[in-house]
């Protein structure tokens, strides 16, 4: 598994014993990352050991040594680098300007384990804040006074009282990654522990979920009940809730819960609840705080993220907005547990991350079939979405790589009734058709591993002039024409005008002709 460019740093944090540097070392050789152990480097840097500066310095110039580090470390990290695998000591929570560094330029996964366990662990290993007989005791008593600390620090708790292999195969899922400068994902095995930002004006948050989304909804409000009031909002499953009718009814509770310009709309479910949240939030006195946890693996590697948000009126997402939420939460367990439709509609759009800009992400699929490893595949194609929105907030320039297989999927999809993921693969094979007649381009390198997936290459019994007339509508028009997402190369795109022609050129590539 290489790692992918977007992502930042993956932070250890935990007390000694916890195993911190072995499960580190353990992801690095797995994830082609550079591992470093924030201990050895400050002994490195001291020419002496840990126990040698505490006991010829003292503890708060190991603390200062061990900050300095953390912090250089964080300052390295820099858009469009994969980071590194870095454990920290067992105090590095202490400092607080660290720990502030360490979550702005990566993702903070805490090793916790019970004191027994962690003396067993130690055994008769020198440790200067060990002194004495009663091992068990003195960790016992370091980790209460630093649990609290720990839990603010961290953005994901692992359970490391677990063989190695366990917790590095939870640990290894931890990502975070950046969405130009106001925006994060958090990928993880579960919820963050502050789903919100730190917000000193916010009073309330309102949840706003479908019926099939109860569950982890109610996982939300869990971890909004103990800061600030929480109000659950339900709204139909799919398209439905994008409607204007929904859309009223939304604005109507707000208005009765006097939700304010501090407080924040949490949208859970699918593709088309994130639209949706992220289109009230955007409009809600001129735009309030939103935070997005999707349900669907095409809501979390897509529809999420981006900024992207809007309802149906006449068509698909013909009002809406740009509106970026301040992070997406995405919980690899929920993913992991989808029926197998929901995962394979979802793979669609992260197999096009692949083509439009990761070929190793096509090489994974190719490999693995529907069968294909949850976290990577999620960390890669989010990195692909978050590395072109950052660039192209608005879609003025390289965001429209990402509308690959999407010029005619949308009217496939329309017309014959097939899901947007569905849709979208029919899509790609048409712009793969029209990328052959136009640059060259191998046709099967995009049939071929949507075909491996499961995912369909061709529909039945369309009618051409009724998908293209939707195509003539499409949003995405400009008074030059309309433009498609052609491939040179897998990861090589490029946006071109096409015309009628070229438009048919690709149906009948798909089985649409007449």
Not at 306 to 335: C, E, Q, Y
Not at 379 to 397: C, I, L, M, P, Y
Request: with cysteine.
């Amino acid at each position: 598994m290489a790692p992918c460019r977007a992502m930042g740093n993956l932070w250890l944090i935990g007390m000694m014993g916890s195993g911190k540097s072995t499960v580190g070392r353990h992801i690095a050789a797995i994830t082609d990352r550079g591992f470093v152990d924030v201990d050895a480097l400050v002994e490195e840097r001291a020419g002496k050991s840990i126990a040698s500066i505490f006991e010829e310095h003292g503890e708060a110039a190991f603390r200062e040594m061990e900050g300095a580090e953390i912090r250089r470390l964080s300052a390295e990290s820099a858009p469009g680098v994969s980071g590194r695998v870095i454990a920290t000591g067992g105090g590095a929570v202490l400092d607080r300007a660290g720990v502030e560094a360490m979550r702005r330029s990566g993702v903070v996964a805490w090793l916790d384990a019970p004191a027994g366990v962690l003396a067993g662990r130690i055994g008769g290993e020198d440790r200067p804040l060990l002194e004495g007989s009663d091992i068990a005791s003195r960790l016992a008593k370091i980790r209460a006074g630093r649990h609290s600390l720990s839990r603010q620090a961290a953005h994901y708790r692992i359970d490391a009282d677990r063989p190695v292999d366990e917790v590095v195969s939870e640990v290894i899922g931890c990502a975070r990654v950046p969405v130009g400068d106001a925006s994060e994902v958090l990928i993880g095995p579960g919820l963050p522990h502050r789903l919100l930002p730190a917000s000193s004006g916010r009073e309330q948050a309102v949840v706003i979920c479908q019926p099939g989304s109860r569950p982890v909804a109610g996982s939300v409000l869990e971890l909004l009940g103990s800061g600030e009031r929480a109000t659950l909002i339900e709204v139909p499953d799919r398209d439905e809730a994008k409607s204007i009718e929904t859309l009223a009814m939304l604005y109507g509770r707000l208005a009765e819960l006097n939700l304010g310009r501090h407080d924040t709309i949490v949208g859970v479910g699918g593709g088309a609840v994130t639209d949706l949240a992220g289109f009230v939030a955007a409009t809600w006195l001129r735009g309030i705080e939103s935070i997005l946890v999707p349900t669907t693996l095409l809501g979390a590697i897509d529809a999420s993220i981006g900024g992207k948000t809007g309802i149906n009126v006449m068509g698909k997402n013909l009002v809406g907005s740009f509106w970026h939420p301040s992070r997406v939460a995405i919980n690899l367990d929920v993913l992991s547990r989808l029926p197998e439709p929901l995962l394979l509609e979802g793979s669609a759009e992260a197999v096009k991350a692949g083509f439009i800009a990761d070929p190793r992400l096509v090489d994974v699929f190719m490999e693995h079939g529907p069968a294909f490893p949850m976290a990577e595949v999620v960390s890669r194609a989010v990195a692909v979405k978050a590395d072109v929105v950052s660039e192209d907030f608005r879609e003025t320039g390289r965001r429209a790589i990402l509308n690959f297989g999407h010029t005619l999927g949308h009217g496939v999809e329309v017309v014959c009734g097939l899901s947007h993921g569905h849709a979208v693969a029919v899509g790609m094979v048409a712009a793969a058709a029209v990328s052959a007649d136009r640059l060259g381009f191998d046709e099967a390198r995009v049939r071929v591993p949507l075909e491996r997936l499961g995912l369909p290459t061709r529909v039945d019994d369309a009618s051409p002039d009724a998908i293209l007339r939707l195509v003539q509508r499409d949003k995405k028009r400009t008074a030059s024409g309309l433009r498609m997402v052609l491939l040179r190369e897998i990861g090589d795109p490029v946006v071109e005008y096409v015309d009628e022609a070229a438009l048919r050129l690709g149906l009948a590539a798909v089985g649409v002709s007449g």
